[in-house]
């Protein structure tokens, strides 16, 4: 059986950006329609449409993270209270694990939004040694943290 770390990978590896590959990996869990979830998590890729903000697998753990723990309609305060807790606590791990949740900062400055940052991500063969390995890691703590409940 497949976790939802090689679920977010082989998404991932099919061309997929990070936080698509994240969220996706837990549509089923959450009862969320795939294309729905690719659709949400698109412009949330390379820290953000290519800002080299939140790494894009995080911000995929935050959402679902926020569809599992959130505050809806019909929750009170508490919750996002309770949600930001489990958002931290994803945030920290990753971070701890790759010394950044930044995007740019893994990526030692590579501007994705540039053609020369581009080249230098392909040179370097930052999709497979540093964003697969963040993708897997995200998806890794985010099981974790719903089966932690």
Not at 14 to 30: K, M, R
Not at 78 to 93: H, M, V
């Amino acid at each position: 059986m497949k976790t939802h770390a090689d679920r977010a990978e082989e998404k991932f590896i099919g061309g997929y950006n990070c936080a698509q590959s994240v969220l996706f990996s837990f549509c089923e869990d959450l009862g969320l329609e795939a294309d729905t979830a690719l659709k949400i998590a698109c412009g949330f890729g390379g820290g953000m449409g290519r800002k080299g903000e939140v790494c894009g697998a995080v911000t995929g753990g935050i959402m679902v993270l926020g569809l599992q723990y959130g505050r809806g309609e019909k929750e009170g305060r508490e919750q996002t209270d309770a949600a930001y807790a489990k958002i931290r606590e994803l945030i920290d791990r990753f971070s701890a694990k790759h010394g950044s949740s930044i995007c740019r900062e893994l990526l030692s400055g590579c501007n994705l939004a540039t053609p020369e940052g581009q080249a230098y991500f392909k040179k370097n063969e930052c999709f497979k040694f540093i964003c697969r390995p963040c993708v897997r890691d995200a998806a890794e703590i985010v099981h974790d943290l719903l089966a932690v409940r």
